[in-house]
């Protein structure tokens, strides 16, 4: 293997790395989201570990968190919790980064 089919692979091998924990921390945020929701919603700890598989199965029906996003908003209206959009984008967006920070930490 010559030098530039080596740093060819390094590349590859690194976006294949970043790829997978950029999903790990997409799926923890994602937990975390469903556990602040609940809370806000005011489920039962049962009812909280169901909502949880719940939400992060709503967040892989399309690209992006578009359909998290609607599927929040949506469970916070049918329970008459008037919540801005931009707080629920910034509580996904937030923890988003506490979930990056606990993987790069091994947490």
């Known amino acids: 293997m010559n030098e530039f089919e080596k740093r060819d692979q390094a590349f590859e091998n690194k976006f294949a790395h970043d790829q997978e924990?950029?999903?790990?921390?997409?799926?923890?945020?994602?937990?975390?989201?469903?556990?602040?929701?609940?809370?806000?919603?005011?489920?039962?700890?049962?009812?909280?570990?169901?909502?949880?598989?719940?939400?992060?199965?709503?967040?892989?029906?399309?690209?992006g968190d578009e359909d998290l996003l609607e599927k929040i908003m949506a469970d916070f209206s049918k329970a008459g919790i008037e919540i801005a959009e931009s707080e629920v984008r910034h509580e996904m967006a937030r923890l988003l980064d506490v979930a990056r920070e606990q993987i790069m930490t091994g947490k």
């Open 21 to 63: 924990l950029e999903f790990k921390a997409t799926v923890r945020r994602d937990k975390n989201i469903a556990l602040w929701a609940a809370e806000k919603l005011g489920k039962s700890a049962e009812d909280t570990e169901k909502y949880i598989p719940e939400l992060i199965e709503a967040n892989m029906q399309k690209a």
